[in-house]
């Protein structure tokens, strides 16, 4: 068996719960920032009032959030990029440990993928169309969650090639006799 190794990278759209949050965070930090001027005093005032604008900005670029999926072999990694600069590991998944990969919108496997009680990654593009695909699995870290991601094809085949029984791809459903679809 021959070395796998493909990537793709996906922007994750902001969602209205973001969007809330970021102009939660400017507001209180505006009226933060009038608290400590009124009450800081000359010195130690506009220091805070330049730490409230520094961690504001941190924050607000925790936002802008891509994902990049890296299957090597059978494993696929997740990881978060935030602001175009800083990358974390969001978890591992061994292929061939999944219960089920569908597309969110697959009616045959919708008591799989929404399952209760379990634990949601959100690692999509956040549009939760058809290309949006549901992983559950068992993590080392999580325990059993569901982890959504928004493959392209290209990654979608591949990952079919490691788990064939386990992966539904959205080519394949409807007209199960078909065999020239």
Do not use: W
């Amino acid at each position: 068996m021959s070395e796998v190794f493909k990537e793709y990278l996906i922007k994750q759209k902001k969602s209205s719960k973001d969007v809330m949050a970021q102009t939660g965070l400017v507001l209180g930090a505006v009226i933060l920032s009038i608290i400590v001027f009124i009450i800081g005093g000359d010195f130690i005032g506009p220091v805070l009032i330049v730490g409230i604008i520094f961690g504001t900005g941190f924050l607000f670029n925790k936002f802008s959030r891509e994902y990049e999926y890296i299957l090597t072999n059978n494993e696929l990694d997740i990881d978060v990029i935030y602001n175009r600069n800083t990358r974390k590991r969001v978890l591992t998944v061994d292929m061939k440990k999944i219960e089920v990969m569908a597309s969110i919108k697959d009616e045959r496997h919708t008591s799989a993928i929404n399952k209760q009680g379990l634990k949601v990654i959100n690692a999509s593009d956040n549009k939760n169309e058809e290309a949006t695909y549901a992983i559950i699995t068992d993590t080392e870290k999580s325990g059993m969650c569901k982890i959504l991601i928004t493959p392209n094809s290209t990654l979608l085949n591949e990952l079919y090639k490691q788990a064939p029984n386990k992966v539904m791809r959205k080519n394949t459903y409807g007209n199960a006799g078909n065999k020239n679809q």
